[in-house]
């Protein structure tokens, strides 16, 4: 999975919880992205960062927000989970935009009662 | 907007034959377009992509898809489908507005029986 790693890779937790994702790259690229995977949705973009401290949002960034002080890691923090945020989070990177393609890690499987 | 679309749900293919997994696509300007797989429990792995330059492009695992722009289509194919070909597919497009955006279908799932 081109050196990404995700933990932890299954989370069960109640309604009104904060829950923190971790992304962890080796490939020291620049960019990196957080996905969600529901059935019938394919993938939709979260957030994505640009450049350490930089980030900016997706198109279903709502309830969710990032943090990225170092090159190698991406968090994806849900401040208070919502069973509606029950689905499979993936975190992606590139070395740059345009044509560049995006590598994926394993999924992260979130499941909130 | 951009948006890309697949049309079946699943797909199913004895092992052996060719197999093809639609993809469409509506974007403003010139298309960058990816293709990648996703085994149970697993993440995507990247296929094969078009950037620019010959229409059929030539992926991972035998994977190959042809580029037409006048029926704005990027269809996966494969000459002998195997087995363990089967998974779930999508195929994503580049966001022009926002390059740092890829576009996902909504998958297609593909069955490939003995």
């Known amino acids: 999975d081109a050196g990404i790693t995700q933990s932890p890779r299954h989370k069960v937790t109640e309604t009104g919880t904060p829950v923190t994702l971790r992304c962890h790259q080796t490939e020291n690229h620049r960019y990196m992205y957080w996905y969600r995977q529901d059935p019938g949705h394919g993938l939709r973009l979260i957030h994505y960062s640009y450049g350490v401290k930089d980030t900016d949002k997706g198109e279903v960034s709502d309830g969710y927000s990032v943090s990225r002080s170092k090159t190698e890691d991406f968090l994806l923090t849900l401040e208070s989970a919502t069973s509606s945020q029950t689905s499979v989070y993936f975190c992606a990177i590139s070395e740059s935009t345009a044509g560049e393609t995006q590598y994926f890690g394993p999924g992260t499987r979130l499941l909130v009662l | 907007a951009q948006s890309v679309a697949q049309p079946e749900d699943q797909v199913n293919v004895a092992e052996g034959n060719p197999l093809t997994v639609k993809c469409t696509y509506s974007v403003s300007g010139n298309p960058y377009l990816f293709w990648y797989v996703q085994y149970p429990n697993r993440g995507l792995q990247f296929l094969l992509k078009?950037?620019?330059?010959?229409?059929l492009v030539k992926g991972s695992y035998g994977f190959e898809a042809e580029f037409n722009k006048s029926q704005t289509s990027f269809h996966l194919k494969k000459p002998s489908a195997l087995v363990s070909d089967s998974a779930l597919y999508f195929c994503?497009?580049?966001?022009?507005?926002?390059?740092?955006?890829?576009?996902f279908g909504s998958g297609t799932r593909l069955l490939v029986r003995p």
């Open positions: 994503a497009v580049r966001d022009l507005d926002s390059s740092y955006k890829l576009i």
């Open positions: 078009y950037i620019t330059g010959d229409n």
